[in-house]
């Protein structure tokens, strides 16, 4: 078995003892959730190593195994067993704990790359500010592959007629040498990789592209006014904003930084977060967001579904979708859905559950083991059993539940 020892001799685990020992113990629980916890927990040995930290001193900021596994079994576990007062008090202040955990784990490392990131003011630094560059025949490429390597690379997508370039290199606190840019072309695909320092990069997509795929250490992206058939951004550490766009199929994933799509037109989004927060405002088609310790804020979405998933975040949700699926472990849930029902099923372990509905036809069932149920809605409803509300002929279907929290149905 692979150790670590220190000076003194005293043993300690590697990072992958660590990871095996959680996979191991999180085998009972189910599968979603034991991936997105071995994610979440992978993601921060990246973003600590990278910024010079040692195993240890990661694990020591994750906290031992014992200590996580005890606040996720009291999740399961606690109500079950009681639901005196000073149980309950436990219980919620284990919750807390491990929220507290979570939020912790995913942002301490990755918040001092952030910070960093947020306040950069390009105008303070001394570089070198490049002309705009016109790809070659850049009518005939179809996708473009952007990715930074190292340092701080911001990106622009601007709509154009033209493909072309723009780059901005620049030294910093992290990385003191100056950034290059090369090029490279295969076939319809054109790439851009920025190494050896931090970069500003715009790049002018023009209508014949069809797909964008970006890949940073760390750094914002942006886009506007974008017409693609699929757009891929993968970050370390940085946010990521695209408005006024349509694109078929929306992939966003970050480590550490905040996602913002609104205004959009798309088939298929996915959005990703591990310890950042989900913005999504006024957009069209099927929508799934999922952050770990993150909130998620969705306004306006009249998508065909929407499911979002968080672990320690709290989702607030105002749209007209049919069809809603919205969990989170140890957050609230509020939903307010304004236009008639198929589905919506809103769930927390811990936190409370809500939703305001404007429809007058659906079946309400509603759950919770230790918290309180409340039916505050002034329509004529049928009583169909102590935990079941029948408004209208009950065609919609609404299922709200908690394990230790409130459920109200507004």
């Not at 606040?71 to 219980?91: A, C, F, H, R, W």
């Not at 960093?116 to 560059?133: A, I, L």
Request: charged share 25%; with cysteine; proline share 1%.
């Amino acid at each position: 078995m692979a150790v670590l020892r220190t000076e003194s001799g005293k043993t300690i685990m590697t990072k992958q003892e660590y990871l095996e020992q959680l996979q191991r113990r999180l085998s009972a629980y189910p599968e979603d959730f034991r991936q997105d916890m071995l994610d979440a927990f992978e993601g921060h040995f990246q973003e600590g190593l990278s910024q010079g930290r040692s195993e240890e001193e990661v694990m020591d900021d994750l906290g031992s195994i014992d200590d996580v596994m005890n606040n996720i079994d009291v999740l399961y576990d606690g109500p079950k067993k009681s639901s005196t007062e000073d149980n309950m008090q436990n219980l919620r202040k284990n919750l807390n704990d491990l929220s507290d955990t979570l939020t912790r784990t995913m942002k301490s490392a990755a918040g001092v790359v952030k910070d960093s990131v947020d306040h950069t003011d390009w105008s303070s630094f001394e570089g070198t500010t490049g002309d705009v560059v016109n790809i070659k025949d850049g009518s005939t490429f179809q996708a473009v592959y952007v990715k930074g390597t190292d340092g701080n690379v911001d990106v622009e997508l601007v709509p154009s007629d033209h493909l072309a370039y723009q780059f901005s290199s620049r030294s910093s606190l992290f990385s003191p040498s100056q950034a290059v840019l090369s090029t490279t072309f295969n076939g319809s695909a054109a790439g851009l990789v920025v190494k050896n320092g931090s970069a500003k990069l715009t790049v002018f997509l023009p209508e014949t592209m069809r797909s964008a795929e970006l890949e940073l250490s760390s750094g914002n992206c942006r886009g506007k006014a974008l017409s693609l058939d699929r757009i891929d951004i993968r970050q370390q550490s940085g946010d990521t904003d695209l408005a006024s766009s349509k694109i078929k199929d929306v992939r966003l994933k970050s480590v550490s930084g905040d996602l913002c799509i609104k205004d959009s037109v798309f088939e298929n989004a996915l959005i990703q977060s591990t310890s950042g927060d989900i913005e999504a405002d006024s957009n069209e088609g099927k929508l799934h967001l999922k952050t770990v310790s993150g909130d998620v804020d969705a306004d306006h979405s009249d998508c065909s579904s929407i499911e979002i998933e968080s672990i320690s975040g709290d989702i607030d949700l105002d749209t007209a979708s049919d069809t809603v699926y919205a969990s989170s472990f140890s957050g609230d849930v509020d939903v307010h859905q304004e236009g008639s029902i198929a589905m919506i099923k809103a769930s927390s372990v811990s936190g409370d559950v809500s939703c305001r509905l404007k429809d007058r036809d659906y079946t309400a069932e509603l759950s919770t083991k230790s918290g309180d149920i409340r039916n505050d809605t002034d329509l004529c409803a049928s009583l169909q059993s102590k935990k079941t509300w029948i408004i209208g002929d009950g065609k919609g279907r609404v299922v709200l539940s908690s394990k230790s929290g409130d459920v109200v149905l507004r």
